[in-house]
Structure formats: C-alpha cells, structure tokens
C-alpha cells in the first residue's frame, strides 16, 4: 500500500462486504465533494479575478508594494496561488483510494475539520462551511472501516 493506508478490512464476511461498500461509499462521496467545492471555488474566484489575470501575467505582482497591490494580490491567493490546485488533487486522491479499496487514515477527516472550523469561525458564513461535508464523510468512512 501506500502512505500508511491499508485494504478497507471489517468484521466477518456478510457484514465485511456491507461495511466495506459503505466505507467506499462514503470515501467515494468524500472525494467528489472535494473536488466540487475546488471546482465552486475555481469558477467564483476566476470570474471575480478576470480583469486581474492579464497583470499577474506580465508580472505586476513581482516586487509591487502591497498597499496598491492588494486587491489583486488577495485575488491571486484566492485562486491560483491559494489551495484550489491542492484541494482538487486531494478530491482525486480520496476518489482514486475508494475505487481501489484503500482505507483512508482517520486523521485526515480530522485534520480537514480542525482546518475548516477555525477558518469559518473567523471568516463567518463562507464557503469553508462546506469542507465540513467531506470532513464528516471521511470521520464517518473511517468509522464504518473499523466496525
């Protein structure tokens, strides 16, 4: 296997099977939300930054000062220098261990939850909220796993 994970393994064999595709299921859902909320995310922050994209490519940004820049540093954090790229890999890696029966680690519904509530806490309703789905997808797959 790969970075610590392991085969999704339960109970005896009628209830294996059962939790098993549960599990995977809820792995499965965990990944394609992920990937949703980068994609939601993508196509926000791509519209909201359109007229920013022609400065950051003759490289504006390079040594500018931060207080006429600002805006459009924040745009360019927002989108293609913030967690969007990460996040989408992260939706497929969640997707790809599904499908090939691998047992996500506790830990990272966990991380993603104590990553979310702080951010969402201190920017108030936001789209962080929705990183609770996967989170508590995860928490509940790695549960499943176990039984």
Known sequence: MSIGTERIETAPAA??????TRARTLTLWAGRSTVSIAALHTALF?????SEWTGWLSGDLR????ATHAE???????????FVIPLLLLGL???HMARTDQKVPPYVGWAIAAWVLPAAWILGPSGFL???????LLI??????RR
């Open 140 to 145: 509940l797959a790695s549960r499943r796993a």
């Open 72 to 82: 459009s540093a924040s745009l360019f954090w927002a989108l293609p220098g913030g």
């Open 46 to 50: 791509a519209v909201k930054s359109r």
């Open 63 to 66: 040594g500018a000062d931060p």
């Open 130 to 136: 929705l990183g609770l789905v996967p989170a508590a």
């Open 15 to 20: 209830d294996n099977a059962t939790a098993r």
């Open 93 to 95: 890696l969640l997707s």
